[in-house]
């Protein structure tokens, strides 16, 4: 008994010592960023139609979906995170390192994908071009909150056979995603549109999700298989990190595509729903690698006191 108290000891001095921001700070950030997409989506075009986006009626489909993964995914990580935080419960860090990479994804892409320039789109998102940016700087926040929360100690054993075949698949499957926003890349320059018409009708957030992805996106999930494979334990928070954003951007992407077949834009969705679902049952399959370890434990059930 004695052995235990005092490891949690060490855990929560451990822990004081090593965070970059307050516990306090990191879990109220969280829980503002959940009531932010909350408002997001009650404002949008899955709630009250308040906010009026500057895009295609595919891209508003788009937004429709990503408004309503929100609710159901994004937002019960960040409000359990943020309330376990503030309870100091070390479990929280496992919620929240999920989400930073993707509230600030999501910030930027919403906020520059608009079509600024184009006459024939009217709206009036610029009246809440904070909320976007709340999504930023909050994801900032949490970025550096929750990644410092880990130690050493949080990585597990991991067995190297299992994890080459599915870092063989995954590659594969990023390959193809890669090669799928290049061809389009390709089809824009050559012929300045693609098949469907989407490009022409929205030229700045096709390219600003190009440049997000490729620049960001594509190459996070290379250097998470290769950290899985070389350096697993040392690299432990940050894979979570990747694979908490390839999760929920991945779910994202789905419900984008499923809103959109819904609504009988089938062409703009149809390309991309194949690679994206088997991208985003590896990326839950990754993640379940990740903190198996943890659920057996029981961690994940915030048992125990952080800070």
Request: proline share 3%.
């Amino acid at each position: 008994m004695t052995s235990v108290l005092k490891r949690q000891c060490e855990t929560r001095s451990e822990l004081t010592n090593e965070c970059l921001i307050p516990w306090y700070i990191t879990g109220v950030t969280a829980i503002i960023c959940a009531a932010t997409l909350v408002l997001i989506a009650f404002l949008g075009p899955v709630g009250q139609e308040i906010i009026q986006y500057r895009t295609s009626q595919s891209c508003i489909w788009q937004i429709a979906g990503q408004d309503l993964t929100n609710l159901v995914l994004i937002t019960p990580i960040l409000l359990i995170g943020g309330i376990l935080c503030l309870a100091r419960k070390t479990s929280s860090k496992y919620l929240l390192i999920l989400t930073p990479i993707t509230l600030m994804y999501t910030g930027l892409s919403m906020g520059i994908g608009q079509e600024w320039s184009n006459s024939a789109y009217s709206g009036n998102v610029e009246d809440y071009w904070w909320l976007f940016g709340i999504l930023i700087i909050g994801g900032l926040i949490l970025l550096l909150g929750s990644l410092s929360m880990f130690t050493g100690a949080d990585a597990p054993d991991f067995k190297p056979r299992g994890l080459r075949i599915y870092v063989g698949l995954m590659t594969v499957f990023f390959l193809l995603f890669a090669v799928m926003w290049i061809s389009q890349i390709q089809q824009v320059t050559n012929t300045g549109d693609l098949p469907d018409g989407s490009y022409k009708a929205a030229p700045t957030a096709f390219w600003t999700i190009r440049y997000l992805d490729l620049g960001i996106s594509i190459p996070l999930g290379f250097l998470a298989l290769f950290l899985m494979l070389s350096k697993p334990k040392k690299a432990y928070a940050i894979l979570l990190l990747f694979f908490g954003f390839f999760i929920t951007i991945g779910t994202t992407v789905d419900m984008m595509a499923i809103v959109q077949v819904l609504n009988g834009d089938t062409e703009t969705a149809k390309e991309g729903l194949f690679i994206f679902s088997i991208l985003t049952f590896f990326s839950y399959r990754g993640l379940f690698y990740l903190v198996k370890d943890k659920l057996h434990r029981g961690v994940v059930k915030g048992s125990d006191n952080q800070n």
